[in-house]
Nanobody, 124 residues
């Protein structure tokens, strides 16, 4: 079992930046493709970004491309989501997730482990 813990959420004005972190309790994340998702009130959970294992390849939702960046640290213990040029529409609870199977994925049901989420609120 992998327990994921997100941090770094908060309140920011439009145009500002936040960096979210996702760490695994007691183990490295180097074996797992990782993803970030978000869910706004009354909406379904949606894909934000994902990062692979072997070559660190990444994919992004069109809505965040060019503004958000997903990365891992060298020790592969933490996954980050750098969010720039934030908009009110980015307001949501942000979740990190891990897959047991190699390969990038943008569908929530393909992820096996989830964190509890961290709230991001962008004011206009």
């Amino acid at each position: 079992q992998v327990q994921l813990v997100e941090s770094g959420g908060g309140l920011v004005q439009a145009g500002g930046s936040l960096r979210l972190s996702c760490a695994a309790s007691g183990r490295t994340l180097s074996r797992y493709p990782m993803g970030w998702f978000r869910q706004a009130p009354g909406k379904e959970r949606e894909f934000v970004a994902a990062i692979g294992v072997i070559d660190g390849s990444t994919i992004y939702a069109d809505s965040v491309k060019g503004r958000f960046n997903i990365s891992r640290d060298n020790a592969k213990t933490t996954v980050y989501l750098q969010m720039n040029s934030l908009k009110p529409g980015d307001t949501a609870i942000y979740y990190c997730a891990a897959r047991r199977v190699y390969g990038l994925a943008s569908t929530p049901r393909l992820y096996d482990y989830w964190g509890q989420g961290t709230q991001v609120t962008v004011s206009s």
